[in-house]
Nanobody
Framework: QLQLVESGGGLVQPGGSLRLSCAASGFTLDSYSIGWFRQAPGKEREGVSCISSVDASTWYADSVKGRFTISRDNAKNTVYLQMYSLKPEDTAVYYC?????????????????WGQGTQVTVSS
């Protein structure tokens, strides 16, 4: 079965850190650009970060720039989102998605694979 599986979410206090993982099953992740998205209750889904399959270049939303880092480990067929200095407004369900290019993923929502999501809650 071809799928993306997120893990690593949880409850963390403001200022804390979490590392999310996006693992591919049934296909090779390094052929795809991988984006992270999040959706909070009552809010629209937003793109958070993306890493390109072409040159491993990265993109971050302004709201997370300097606090989140995206990376990929092709040997483990996994993409990570390291999150530091978490804020209550980072609370959301986080999803990873795979597609051809980051601009297509983030700007147009064009994807080939979409994960089931992992909950991140930032609260004291």
């Amino acid at each position: 079965q071809l799928q993306l599986v997120e893990s690593g979410g949880g409850l963390v206090q403001p200022g804390g850190s979490l590392r999310l993982s996006c693992a591919a099953s049934g296909f090779t992740l390094d052929s795809y650009s991988i984006g992270w998205f999040r959706q909070a209750p009552g809010k629209e889904r937003e793109g958070v970060s993306c890493i390109s399959s072409v040159d491993a270049s990265t993109w971050y939303a302004d709201s997370v720039k300097g606090r989140f880092t995206i990376s990929r480990d092709n040997a483990k067929n996994t993409v990570y989102l390291q999150m530091y200095s978490l804020k209550p407004e980072d609370t959301a369900v986080y999803y990873c998605a795979g597609g051809a290019l980051c601009v297509q993923l983030i700007s147009r929502g064009e994807y080939d694979y979409w994960g089931q999501g992992t909950q991140v809650t930032v609260s004291s």
